[in-house]
């Protein structure tokens, strides 16, 4: 393809340097261009890419896409937002892959990761080859490919639906997050269907308030189809419990379907059983119910559940299917992931970052324990700091003791984030022990058989950030060390 062919999906720009040559590749990373790539700078937070403008071309680039005045031997278009402009010329070079394949998106506070692979699931039993793009990494068919971000950016998700579309795949689904939706990297993305599992607190450093957060996550319904194809419909999947789905169907043109437990909908739950075995509940749908006897635990989860079936539901999948694929699925990893051990003690890995998903957590172990609940909590450096004192706030009124402790402080002084949560607590007894390590041995070390210990926060996470260091550190793994230590009798 050459340069001006590429550039076709670029309504207006400006060429300094004439030339037409012939384009390899795409890059938004000059370490990865390579003889005959288009070189896109973007202006990160610590990177502006027009500074390796240069060594680009010295690399081989072709042609460089820029904002700002550079000057190079090569090419130079130059446009007003080069993030814009990337997601254009890569949806384009690319061929549009997501026209080749049904591709649900999911956004919401909490529940993406485990409706996504609930939704997954009940996609590869219904006989299709499958896509997943989120927070734990992506797949392709059979392939398992690592991620660093919930939502890639547009470049990286074009190269990505391109090789979904080369190996096959009919049916994809993705977590969409805020940050990515308000960036514009899923500009250029065509959903079918787009599900909304719930809105509380995260993420303010970033957008400062909670009607941005909120507004940041309705662009995905804003941007589903108005041309109301009768051959391929598009649709809305809404928590009626929740809200913002008021706000998010009157943003999107598309059909919708709701889905809840408390509120009227389309789609909902009734005979709620929670059990330590798991969750059962009819599920009623137009035409029909259909009862569940789902190995995930917790009232949240049937919320997660009702979301992949809506999804599935309206994606054309049998009930039947459905209800054979949800009932397969025993549980997510970093998810309510309990580790297991011969003592009597329940202790539960769990991703809860956000006051409402902690709650969700302790409320779910709370009637399923008969002696003690000890929770271990942090917050994450360089994030939303107002969210820190809620967090304690949650871990004091819904566990019997509470142990703050470092998460990822990243560039904060962690004594300082846990004074932000001590501020929550005043007159709330709790523990201090920064260092995750030793909380985590000390709380299993004082559990007596019957006590559930949940270890929050990280989840599947494998490492820890301190400073600008990357530490391997697995909750999983050190609450396995802890048990084992306990079990010798050296506690």
Not at 395 to 418: G, H, K, M, V, W
Request: with cysteine; hydrophobic share 40%; net charge negative.
């Amino acid at each position: 393809m050459d340069l001006s062919t590429v550039l076709a999906a670029v309504p207006f720009y400006q060429q300094d340097k004439q030339g037409n040559p012939a384009i390899t590749s795409i890059e938004n990373d000059h370490r990865l261009v390579k003889e005959g790539s288009i070189f896109i700078c973007i202006k990160g937070y610590t990177f502006d890419g027009h500074n390796a403008a240069e060594e680009a071309v010295k690399k081989g680039a072709a042609a460089i896409i820029a904002e700002r005045p550079i000057q190079v031997s090569v090419p130079v278009i130059y446009v007003p937002e080069t993030k814009r402009a990337m997601a254009q010329v890569a949806a384009h070079f690319y061929g549009h892959p997501t026209e080749s394949f049904h591709l649900i998106g999911i956004t919401g506070t909490n529940g993406k990761t485990t409706t996504s692979h609930l939704i997954e699931h009940i996609l590869r039993v219904n006989g299709e080859t499958t896509g997943l793009i989120g927070t734990m990494y992506m797949k392709i068919a059979n392939d398992t490919i690592e991620t660093k971000n919930t939502t890639p950016e547009s470049l990286t998700l074009q190269k990505t639906f391109a090789k979904m579309k080369n190996a096959g795949v009919t049916s994809a689904v993705m977590e969409v997050s805020s940050h990515a939706l308000y960036e514009g990297r899923t500009n250029g993305t065509k959903f079918d269907v787009a599900v909304f599992t719930n809105l509380t607190q995260d993420h303010l450093d970033f957008h400062k308030t909670m009607e941005e957060y909120r507004m940041a996550k309705g662009l995905l319904f804003a941007r589903l189809g108005n041309s109301f194809r009768a051959e391929k419909p598009s649709f809305a999947v809404l928590n009626a419990d929740d809200e913002a789905s008021a706000v998010y169907k009157k943003m999107t043109a598309a059909n919708t379907v709701t889905y809840g437990i408390y509120q009227k909908a389309d789609i909902w739950a009734e005979n709620i059983r929670l059990t330590s075995e798991g969750t059962a509940f009819t599920i009623n749908y137009p035409g029909g119910f259909i009862e569940i006897k789902s190995k995930l635990a917790g009232q949240f989860n049937v919320y997660n559940i009702l979301a992949a079936f809506a999804a599935g539901f309206v994606s054309g999948i049998e009930p039947n299917t459905m209800k054979t694929a949800l009932e397969q699925v025993a549980g997510v990893a970093g998810r309510f992931e309990l580790v297991p051990n011969n003592q009597n003690i329940s202790v539960i890995v769990d991703y809860a970052h956000t006051p409402d998903s902690l709650i969700n957590v302790l409320e779910t172990v709370r009637p399923l324990t008969k002696g003690r609940v000890l929770v271990i909590i942090g917050c994450g450096g360089d994030r939303d700091k107002t969210k820190r004192p809620l967090m304690a706030q949650a871990a004091c009124r819904y566990a019997d003791e509470a142990i703050f402790t470092s998460d990822n402080p990243r560039s904060e002084d962690p004594a300082a984030i846990l004074a932000d949560m001590k501020a929550g607590v005043e007159n709330e007894p709790y523990i201090v022990i920064e260092d995750r390590k030793q909380a985590i041995y000390s709380a299993i070390e004082s559990a007596k058989p019957g006590d559930s210990i949940v270890i929050a926060g990280k989840g599947h996470e494998t490492y820890q950030i301190i400073g600008k260091e990357v530490l391997h550190f697995d909750d999983r793994e050190v609450a396995k060390e802890a048990l084992l230590h306990k079990e010798g009798g050296l506690a």
